[in-house]
């Protein structure tokens, strides 16, 4: 009989978070045990650039609407299986009366990395600060400067898109060129 393999370190959930440490732990010599509670996904299934009029269903049906037997109203509707998993896969739980749609909280292989669209704000200085700079909780240990290095590094590897912006709540990062606005987002501008 064999020993079982011993790790040095266990990352349970394979999105952003466990699969960018995964990558750092493992490149620096670790032993690394990934686990994720969804399945892999066939990603030849993929329809995130098909028109509304591609889907079944044709887009009527809100995936937020549960039916009675716990399943997603419009399940069959969506970009990819697993994108809105069964409510029963979920264990989480909200207070009544103030209900939270998981849906976005995908269990599959990568997590939210699946459809997350290359954008991912960095926290500002002041979110770091917030007894000193609102007077509730507790300041970080750290600072945005702290952590500036290391934002770059994941932006490097995994390309975030958007604007240099300038804008002290929402600290700049080393972007990709950002996606066309959409009609209504130019109005916006």
């Known amino acids: 009989m064999s020993a079982a ?3 040095d370190v266990l990352i349970v959930g394979s999105g952003a978070t466990g699969g960018m440490a995964a990558k750092v732990l493992t490149e620096h010599g670790l032993e690394v045990l990934l686990v994720e509670a969804g399945p892999a996904i066939d990603r030849s299934d993929f329809h995130t650039h098909s028109m509304p009029y591609d889907y079944p269903f044709r887009g009527k049906g809100s995936p937020k ?5 716990g399943s997603q109203a419009a399940r069959e509707s969506t970009p990819f299986p697993g994108y809105y998993a069964e409510k029963s896969l979920h264990p989480f739980t909200t207070p009544p009366g103030n209900p939270f749609d998981w849906s976005y909280r995908s269990r599959i292989l990568g ?10 704000l960095r926290m500002a200085e002041y979110d770091f600060k917030g007894e000193t700079s609102d007077g509730y909780g507790v300041d970080w240990p750290f600072s945005y400067q702290d952590l500036e290095p290391y ?23 080393h972007f990709l060129p950002p996606f066309a606005y959409n009609c209504f987002e130019h109005l916006m501008r």
């Not at 609407?65 to 037997?69: L, V």
């Not at 390309?159 to 912006?165: I, L, P, R, S």
Request: aromatic residues 12%; neutral net charge; glycine residues 14%.
């Open 151 to 173: 934002y770059d590094k994941v932006e490097d590897y995994i390309g975030v898109q958007g604007f240099a912006e300038g804008l002290s709540q929402i600290p700049d990062g």
């Open 5 to 7: 393999k011993t790790y």
């Open 111 to 120: 997590g939210r990395t699946n459809h997350w669209g290359r954008q991912s």
């Open 65 to 69: 609407k549960i039916r009675a037997d």
